[in-house]
C-alpha cells in the first residue's frame, strides 16, 4: 500500500485549491453556525423545536437544490460558474445574520444561505471527480473534505475569540463572518481552471435524457440509500451545542463544541480516504456507524461536559469516517456525463432526511429532553449499521468502478 505522502502527491492541484475555497467559506458559515443556536433560543426566543425546523430546512433546501445545479453542470460543462455563483450566494447573505432581529428572519438568511450551498456542491464535488485519477479518487474527495472541516473548526474558534474581544457581543461576530466568505469566491475564481469539455471547445453537448437517468446503475441507487440511512441517524450539530449548553456551557464557549468534532473529524478524513482507495470503502462505512452508536450513547448519559466533548468527539470521528468515503462512492459508481445529476440525486435525498431527522431530533428534545434525542438516533444508527453489515456479508452490488 502506498504511504499517504506518495499518493498525496498524485493529488491535482485543483483538489487542493478547491479544499482551501471550502475552508475559507466554511470559516464564514461556521462563525455564524456556532453562534447561532443560543443567539436563536437565548436572544430572539425561538425553542428547540423551532430550531430544529429551522436547521432541517435550511439543509433540505441545499439537497433539493443540488438536483438542479447538478443536472445543470452536466448540462452546461460548465461546472465552475455554477460554484462560483454558489458561493458568492453564500458569501452575500452573511451580513443578513446580524441584522436579524427575530427568528422568521434567521430563516430566511438561512435559506438562501443554503440555496448558495446548494448551488456549488454538486458542481464542486463534479469537479473534483472529474479531474482526480480514479486510483486516489478517495483521497482527493478526504483531502477536499478535510480541508473543508479545518474551516469548520477554526470558524468556531474565531467565534470563541471573537466574543471574548467584543465582550460578548454576538452581532458583532456574526459581522465578521464575511470577510472568509470573500476570500473563498475570489480563490475560486482566480485559481481553479475547468478542464476542457465539448462545450468549452464550442460543441454543444447532447442533451440529458430521462432515460439516461432511470439508466443509473443499481450500485449507484444502493449508495444513495446508504447515504439516507446514514443521515436518518445523523441529526445537525446544532443538538450538540445545545447538550453542551444544557450542562452549563458558558454561551461564549459553546462553539468549542464545534472546534473539538471538526478538529477529529478534519485529522481522519485525507487518511480514511487513502485507505479507502485500497480496501472496501463499506467496511469504513460501518466502522463509522459503530462510532455513531458510541457517540449518540456517550451524549445521551453525559452528566458532565467533559462526557459531553467525547462524545462529540466520537462524533467526528464517525464524520471523518463516512462523508468522504460516500462521495467516492457516489462518483465511483456514476458515468461521468452524470456526475453532477448524480451529486445532486444522492444530496437531495440526503437532505429530505435531514429535514425528517433534525425535526424529529427537535420536536424529541422538547418532549422527552435530550436523552431520548440522542438515543432514538443511536437506535437508527444500530439498526443502520446491522443492515450494512448483512449487505456487505452477502457482497451485495459491487461499490467500487
Known sequence: MPRLSQSLRTVPVAVWTLGFVSMFMDVSSEMVHALLPGFLVGSLGASVATLGLIEGVAEATASITKIFSGWLSDRLGRRKLLAVIGYGLAAVTKPVFPLATTPLEVLGARFLDRIGKGIRGAPRDALVADVTPPEVRGLAFGIRQGLDTVGAFVGPGLAIALMFLLAGNVRGVLAWAVVPGLIAVALLMMGVEEPRTPTAEGRRPPPIRWSELRGLTAAFWAVVAVGMVFTLARFSEAFLILRALDLGAAPALAPMVMVVMNLVYALVSAPAGN???????????????????????VLAFAGSLPGVFAGVALWGLYMGLSQGVLAALVADT????????????????????????????????????????FLAGGGFALLAALGLAVVVRRGAAEPQA
Open 275 to 297: 485507505l479507502s482507495d485500497r480496501v472496501d470503502r463499506r467496511l469504513l462505512l460501518l466502522a463509522g456507524l459503530a462510532v455513531l452508536v458510541a457517540a449518540d450513547a
Open 334 to 373: 456514476a458515468p461521468q456525463r452524470l456526475r453532477g445529476t448524480a451529486f445532486g440525486l444522492f444530496n437531495l435525498a440526503s437532505g429530505v432526511t435531514l429535514l425528517a431527522a433534525s425535526t424529529l431530533a427537535g420536536e424529541l428534545w422538547t418532549l422527552q429532553g435530550p436523552k431520548a434525542t
